[in-house]
């Protein structure tokens, strides 16, 4: 009898480490993925502590991921931005729906980036909020390229109303 217990033991042990491997290899399959990513992404915990960050974060933000990986994101002015909007991310933090905003941003080295911030919850199997994965899109330049389009359809208006003047037309 005390056999078969051993036994079944065993195939249980089996079974888990093969179910172990299996989560193993998709966490670094999921890690490649973000890694790879040409946006800068991130990953938060419940608690708001980066778990995970790629490398276009990174050099986007101007931050090493050592100094950020288990902390949480509200102890830097810049990155708390990120982490939490107070207006926009209530649900989101509570493990519902998804988060979109823009975000002006000053970097580190006092360049000031405009970017898109989207973040989805994280919910975890028994339904409690499992975190924030997030991603930041540089729309920089343009909106700097609606502003000079807009600023040349401003002059072009403005010429345009000036020969109409000039010819009697208004």
């Not at 093969?18 to 790879?36: F, G, M, W, Y």
Request: aromatic share 6%; glycine share 8%; hydrophobic share 45%.
């Amino acid at each position: 009898a005390s056999w078969r217990s051993l036994r079944a033991h065993e195939r249980m042990a089996a079974v888990l480490d093969r179910t172990r491997h299996r989560l193993e290899e998709s966490e670094r399959h999921l890690r490649a993925v973000i890694e790879a990513a040409p946006a800068p992404m991130f990953v938060l915990d419940p608690l708001g502590r980066y778990v995970l960050v790629n490398q276009a974060f990174e050099d986007f933000l101007g931050v090493r991921r050592e100094d950020l990986i288990g902390q949480r994101a509200d102890t830097d002015p810049t990155l708390s931005h990120l982490a939490y909007h107070p207006v926009r991310d209530v649900a989101l933090w509570a493990g519902a729906g998804q988060s979109s905003y823009m975000e002006n941003i000053i970097l580190r080295n006092g360049a000031r980036r405009q970017a898109l911030v989207a973040k989805v919850a994280l919910t975890r199997p028994d339904g409690r909020p499992g975190g924030v994965i997030g991603s930041i899109t540089d729309v920089t330049s343009f909106r700097e390229a609606e502003q000079r389009a807009a600023d040349a359809q401003g002059e072009v208006a403005a010429v345009v109303l000036e020969v109409a003047c000039r010819r009697g037309a208004v």
